[in-house]
């Protein structure tokens, strides 16, 4: 059974920095497309970055320049680098997952998700 298991939110001032990480396990996850999405409160959820099992990658216009997605297929984790944060980043943070071929920021293409991370930026 695959689980997701996400770590790092945290509540951080403008400007700042946080580093989100996906604990993954029941499945070999370096075949997998795995990405980031967040959903704030009022709001719709949304794709914020993704990664294919060949390591390329995609963002949402609103984290370019700021986030980073990579991934350890050896440690089968996940991890979120984000830098210069704003207050519109504010969000609960969503690992997510699936056995897939491309590349892709659609919240239906994924089929694992973890319980989120809350995220707080204050101005």
């Known amino acids: 059974q695959v689980q997701l298991v996400e770590s790092g939110g945290g509540s951080v001032q403008a400007g700042g920095s946080l580093r989100l990480s996906c604990a993954a396990s029941?499945?070999?996850?370096?075949?997998?497309?795995m990405g980031w999405f967040r959903q704030a409160p009022g709001k719709e959820r949304e794709g914020v970055a993704g990664i294919a099992r060949g390591g390329s990658t995609r963002y949402a216009d609103s984290v370019k320049g700021r986030f980073t997605i990579s991934k350890d297929s050896a440690k089968n984790a996940l991890y979120l680098q984000m830098n210069n944060l704003k207050p519109e980043d504010t969000a609960v943070y969503y690992c997510a997952a699936r056995n897939w071929w491309s590349l892709s920021l659609q919240e239906a293409v994924f089929r694992y998700w973890g319980q989120g991370t809350q995220v707080t930026v204050s101005s």
């Open positions: 029941g499945a070999t996850f370096s075949t997998y497309l």
